[in-house]
């Protein structure tokens, strides 16, 4: 019974990580080829904002009715087979029409869905992390960065070659629909916390926390991919060409960072990993901020994403409970919303050296919340794996 269990949850284990896999390419598809879109369907640059905006404000509505849809009966496992297919046609929605009120639409599902899935999946990561009794919540955020840098190459290959955006989109999805379909068959959710439970029934002052956490985390990352490019080449006089290195680096360390971060979980514990993910990220702000010169800001931001790439699985990964990590989703889309928008006015009004200090000082608060990771240790059940035991899942 024990080893059937086991490698059901192996599978499950397996299944999810294709889950954030394929979202992970989904969604660099969409906001690598946004100058693309906007040239389809004649978006104005003043449009443009609103057209972006709509997107995380929808998902996070898609988040919070996906907590009462968990709350009335449904498992995450089932809310997630069913809106990942809706995720990959609504993109292809994206690159089909030739309207504009055609791409509001498909922008609108996508959204929506979005919100549903990264919900959904993450409500499955904790409760398979509580199953297996350790830290593994940070290897399915690696799938997605991982992901997240297969979708942005595939973007660059086919403004290479030249494809139609529709093409390109149809032919990635024509791919990842099959795969997240077969994958969604053996979904498994692991143990969860009763709804009218604890996961319900934590004051608001323990959870608020959690949500500045993923608030500041967001409002970090927001700042890397949005300003990054225009803080080398503007402030930094790098060229156009070294640009484009720090989102990549960026990346490569999120990913890095994510890959091992379980084991420094298992080692050290998440409120340790957590504080040092803050200071590294923090240490990375400061050298943007203060950088002389090009490769001086590149190597910032490349110590930022080795720093960040912890704070955003571990905060999902302390919440009590589906409804919890709903919530908590929501702000992921907080930060979205607030960070560029707060990093360019401040560049504007003040200075872009200046404004680099303001997310570093948000990220350093999270130190004073560091304590809210804890993790009990009888939350954690399963005893099919031994805490030191090789990672074969």
Known sequence: MVDRGSRRLRRGRGALAVCFFVQGVTFALLVTRIPAIQDRYGISDALLPLFLAAVPVLAGVGSLVTGKLVRRGA???AVLRWVQPVVLLSLVGVGAGDRMGQVAVALGVFGLAVGALHASMNMLGVSLQRAYG????LGFHAAYSLGGIAGASLAWASVRWGLELSLSYGSVVAVLLPVALAASRWYVDGEREPTGGASTGRSAGLLVPLCLVMTFAYIGDATVSNWSAKYLTDVLGGSEELATVPYNAYMVTTLLGRAVGDFGVRRFGAVAVVRGGALLAAVGFGVVAGAPGAWAGVAGFTVLGLGLSVVVPQTFAAARGDAEVARLNVFNYVGFLVGSPLVGALGEAWSYRGAMVVPMLLVLV???????FGIE?????????????????
Not at 134 to 137: D, L, P, T, Y
Not at 366 to 372: D, G, I, P
Not at 380 to 393: A, I, K, L, M, S
């Open 75 to 77: 498992t995450p496992a």
């Open 134 to 137: 350790r830290s593994i919540m």
């Open 366 to 372: 999270t130190l004073r919340y560091a304590r809210s």
């Open 377 to 393: 240790r009888d939350r954690y059940g399963g005893g099919h794996e031994r805490p030191r035991t090789v990672d074969v899942g």
